[in-house]
């Protein structure tokens, strides 16, 4: 490799290798040591031969997350009540162009990954977010093309659990959530009920440093009972539109606890409420999701 000097050719590609990293981690503070670790390996090896820098790149980040999941795996299984993925500025995340794309960096789909196991997680990502070829793939993680192809379509079984996955538009997400706060703010069951698909889920991330629902709630009059009583019961502090994992949420305070919420829609509905009160998580998130 030539020409430009590998510090610049590094900054080139950093923001895709934070989305790869995200992707596969789930965590911002792990995709940011994970790519610096990249950066110094990259900066100390022998480049003479390299062709394709990103490509490269890539593999080496790829490599190290995977040594990390098979670690954190552990973490995660001692995790106090739900794990979910730290919520990201969707513009930190590389170029977001279609639905599908930012459908891979979406809570729901990063949650559900925590399903798969490492190699699985790797080849998914590297297929479904960055169309990268079997043969690459099998190069980066140490399968054959055709084990690849089989783990791709295990993956995508697991993630779509027999249904097909239709991303929602930033419109539908911003339309549901709005109309979502206010009936909670109404304490409107009946409305609140007609929002959720039939298996909805609400999710609770305080990671045991805060008060939380230590389970996921579920179904319709479920979910909507919990959420009109956490606003008729505790005073609802500003709101801001916030953007976060390639869609609308908005940071809240409810009572004296900040969240992110978050929403999964599909088909119309709102399948999945996120909802992530772990000070470390907001912390990370920082404020560079505001919108105007």
Known sequence: MTGSLPSAVFEEHRRVLLGLAYRLLGSVWDAEDV??????????????????????????????????????????????GPWLPEPVATDALGPLDTAELRDTVSFATVHLMERLSPPERAVFVLRAAFELPYDEIAETVGLSAAACRQTFHRAHAHLSGGHHRFPATSEEHARLLEGFLHAARDGDLNSLSAMFAEDVTSWTDGGGLVRQARRPILGPRKVAAFWAGLFRRYEIGPTTVVDVNGHVGVRMKIG????????????????QIFSVLNPVKLDALGERTLRP
Request: no cysteine.
């Open 35 to 80: 790519v610096q670790d990249a950066y110094l390996r990259w900066m100390g090896a022998d480049r003479t031969d390299v062709r394709d820098p990103r490509g490269f790149l890539m593999t080496i980040v790829t490599r190290l997350a995977l040594d990390h999941l098979r670690s954190a795996r552990v973490t995660r299984t001692a995790y106090v």
């Open 256 to 271: 004296r606890q900040e969240q992110l919420l978050a929403l999964d829609v599909q088909a119309g509905r709102i399948r």
